[in-house]
Nanobody
Framework: VQLQASGGGLVQPGGSLRLSCAAS????????VGWFRQGPGKEREFVAA????????DYADSVKGRFTISRDNAKNTARLQMNGLKPEDTAVYYC????????????????WGQGTLVTVSS
């Protein structure tokens, strides 16, 4: 499956962005999906994940209550709604297919999209 992330940009602190992850190739609904990010000088880290059906979600503590992951299998798309953005959310954001029991691990991701840059700054 091929993934393409989009929707990044420059936003002021407290603002919102919605990232999209468009899938093509294999059946998107067969896969659990995760979002990861890599900030400047930092290692790539888990942000959020959603099961293939959308029934279960998981979030990193740092984004819980501010970010919402969703998916639309009919449109082969996953999304990450980001509200209340903080400067520390600045990073390149990646979507990936994940294995649920390894959803928080970078090494557990299977297929990666290219990243989209989110910059939170005044």
């Amino acid at each position: 499956v091929q993934l393409q992330a989009s929707g990044g940009g420059l936003v002021q602190p407290g603002g919102s962005l919605r990232l999209s992850c468009a899938a093509s190739g294999r059946t998107f609904s067969n896969y659990d999906v995760g979002w990861f990010r890599q900030g400047p000088g930092k290692e790539r880290e888990f942000v959020a994940a959603i099961t293939w059906s959308g029934s279960f979600t998981d979030y990193a503590d740092s984004v819980k209550g501010r970010f919402t992951i969703s998916r639309d299998n009919a449109k082969n798309t996953a999304r990450l709604q980001m509200n209340g953005l903080k400067p520390e959310d600045t990073a390149v954001y990646y979507c990936a297919t994940v294995r649920w029991h390894l959803r928080r691990e970078v090494y557990g991701a299977e297929y990666w999209g290219q990243g989209t840059l989110v910059t939170v700054s005044s």
